[in-house]
């Protein structure tokens, strides 16, 4: 390939060693009860180094981590980085399907889980590799006879993450040490992170996005990480009181279920005061719900738009855009590139759609062990097809229009879910809203809304339809309107899972 080398240099272990030296009494982690300094999580990460290189763990090694977000989680990660290794994270909230997968993929030297984790898949993934529980971390032995990992890499492996996909197996995806510590690093300069952050967790770990572009952007800028590990309101909302929490990153609907706990709080008073930076990503943008938890908390949801695959890539700087412009994910990070382009591949005009192409020192490796799946990703230039659709304004502001594998297709014409969405969620009734294509004999598929109701007065059909035709073209107004309790989502990153909303309306809303 040739794609080159990135001019960014550095790597979190190093970067997070200094920040222990300069700061050693700083609060680093508070996990529940546990308030562990920069010495102390150090000094953690040191005994976990030594209890792998004396179990056998040699460079490129790789181990498993199958866990819930806590502070023994960055541990070990740091320790595993810092003995050389390579480490593999897998959603502990996988299928026993995706589980086996996982391991048996990526074959490890060892394993390491949290408690509640199916230890029945993970050990059916790989028989006889040493499985040890992560606040223990009893290491006694490494397996040595692991498949080695691919040559000619144009960067040493450092990370193998899984993607959290729902219509076939997860990707895995190869990282450099260059690239987790470009998107830590990245972040917290956009962000402007610094020691006096406290950040809520509430993502998990296995995800880049809880891993790299929060908690360890955090660490690296001397802040607190706070663990919270569910997404759930009413563990985040008292967290955040507690602790004068600075900083929240979520998706979209972490932001939404926040504003239904808080309800409607007497006129004028604000809820959570100490917060400066909320970031949202992962989903599109609900900007409903954004205005709403502008106006109970004073701070705005931010966006950040990238891919595990080149991360970082878009977000807003919340010094120079404290308040985000309606529908855009933000501007272009630091290092990072982006196109635009046809399906012929040409660059379009700024305010014309088409697909992404990004690049930078964030670029994945590849794909582990599939050639064919890494060369349909990345280009011979070293660019990842996001397949994505975006546009650009004139003024550099990237606006996320849907994914190509979403559009709904009807008599020929492409219609985006996403823009539907938006002018739903503009409703004051509606409280979330997805749309999808269900069969149609006629015109291939038909646009159809699942809608939770916003208040308790519910939501009236002709209402909304009424509401759709002022603000869309005709044959984009969904045909059936389909009120729900919640949306299905991924249930490991929380994100809307559309593949399970057309299952859900298939059912109710009958045929066409």
Known sequence: MAFQPA??????????ERVARE???????????????????????????????EAGLGPGYRVALVAESSAEYLMTALAVWRAGGVLVTVYPSSGPGDMRYAIETSNPSLIVVSEGVDREAVEA???????VEIVSFDVGVVRHDRSPNPENLREPLALICFSSGTTSRPKAIMVSATAIFNCADTYGEVWHLSPDDRAIICLPMAWLYGLASTSLAVLLRGGTVIVVRRAR????????????????????????KLVQHVGDPEPGTRV??????????????NEAVFDRWTALTGVSVLDAYCASECLPLVTYDPFTDPVPRSGSAGKLVPHSRLRI???????????EVGEAYSSGPGLMLGYWRDEQLTREALTDDGWYRTKDLVRVDEDGYVYVVGRLSDLIIRGGT???????????NEHEAVGQAAVVGLPDEIYGQRVVAAVVPGTASGVDEAELRAHCKARLSSYKVPSAFVVVDALPVNATTGK?????????????????
């Open 272 to 285: 959570f005061e100490s917060l400066r930076l909320c970031i949202s990503g992962g989903e599109p943008r």
């Open 23 to 53: 700061q050693p009494d700083r609060t680093a982690v508070i996990d529940n009860d546990a308030t562990i300094t920069y010495r102390d999580l150090q000094a953690a990460v040191e005994l976990r180094t030594t209890a792998l290189r």
């Open 414 to 424: 492409n219609i985006s879910p996403s823009e539907i969405e938006r002018v739903l």
């Open 496 to 512: 809307l899972n559309r593949k399970d909303v057309a299952a859900l309306l298939t059912d109710l809303s009958g045929p066409a």
């Open 7 to 16: 001019t960014v240099r550095g790597d979190c272990v190093s970067a997070f």
């Open 233 to 256: 309101p009413e563990f985040i909302a008292p967290v955040i009181e507690k602790h004068r929490a600075t900083f929240v990153a979520g998706v979209t609907a972490t932001f939404a």
């Open 125 to 131: 993934g790989a028989p006889g590799t040493p499985v």
């Open 341 to 351: 382009l046809d399906p012929e591949g040409a660059e379009v005009p700024p305010g």
